[in-house]
């Protein structure tokens, strides 16, 4: 659907309606998943209730949709304070006095059939925000990134298990632990992406010496050697806020794990489970990702060079839109939309493997970064400031690729996220990086 003839507006109208009812049958699954106590309850102060997710989700489809595209008045003013993001932080929502889940689920509902008759009238053209469907895209990525979130509420629930999924598929081959990706410019960045936000553009042309890259993330067993090896206990591997932060929240171990009688469990959406040894660790912050990297006598990659060995194809010299090519992204390529609950073993997705041979860049763990968030040369802020203006600069790390959580339609090669080094309930991975310059080959 990706690759449709977004020229033709026909098609275009049918790939946005796709796209949202995609979005609202997540959204619908993870709300009715639990009861209505549990929707309005806060499961961690680091969340929102899921019914603030649910509003908030036809909140902002009637602000940009409704009223900025289709010119029409507010349904109801008086509750968008109570869903600007900006205005309550998450740990003051439940005391908010927020529409209840019945209330909440028919605003989103009367919202999305409002808008659904306003794409139907649509040219989808002639205003910069219409232009290629670019608000009803930007949209439908916002509802599938809450349902990113609402995943990750539904993973610091207690209780038991209600959501379920198979298994990914398996490891396949054998891997060479890392990859080359000799010196050379690369096109970072993205002009043509129609669906792509403000930070992944302009497309800009990076120089980068050659580097070596983990060929797959690091997984929980090299993980565990670094807890076996003393990790969490020598200073020397912490930068001084990373081993601060490391003593103050009296960190041993990825979120979520325990150890019992020698064998690490962890907690994965209500089942206690033995770690995995072979599928990338999961739940760490960028405090711990870049103190195992120096364990390891390795670094964590930069953004750039993340990005390089994901897209650019040294036989073209151009960038593609994802490490397997142009290509949407298929069950085969990538673990992505919630298909399964879990990431797949390292070296699983051989057909999604890039021109370098790194495997698993898409899908499975969003995967730390050395970068600070920051404006590509030529950055314009759209469609709004406090999408990701407000956020460049030191305090926070970029991270790449998106998780098992992530949909399609809110990934691609060019994709930012970003967080503060300290979080960990997201589902956060990594791989390491070392210099290659002076090698032979490289
Ligand atoms: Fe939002």
Redesign the pocket.
Known sequence: MLNADRTDPAVLRELIAAELLAARERTGLLTGAVDDAELAAQHSPLMSPLVW?LA??GN?EELWLLRNVGGRDPMHPEIDPLYD?FEHPRAERPSLPLLPPAEARAYAHEVRGRVLDLLAASPLEGAPLLDAGFAFGMIAQ?EQ??DE?MLITHQLRKGPAVLDAPPPPAAEGTLAPEVLVPAGPFTMGTDTEPWALDNERPAHRVDLPAFRLDTAPVSNAAYQAFIADGGYREPRWWTPAGWRHRMDADLTAPLFWTQEGGQWLRRRFGHVEPVPPNEPVLHVSWYEADAYARWAGRRLPTEAEWEKAARHDPATGRSRRFPWGDGPPGPEHANLGQRHLRPAPVGAYPEGESPYGARQLIGDVWEWTSSDLTAYPGFRAWPYREYSEVFFGPEYKVLRGGSFAVAPVACRGTFRNWDYPIRRQIFSGFRTARDAEGEAGA
């Open positions: 997710d908030h989700i902002q993001a916002h990134q809450h979130t």
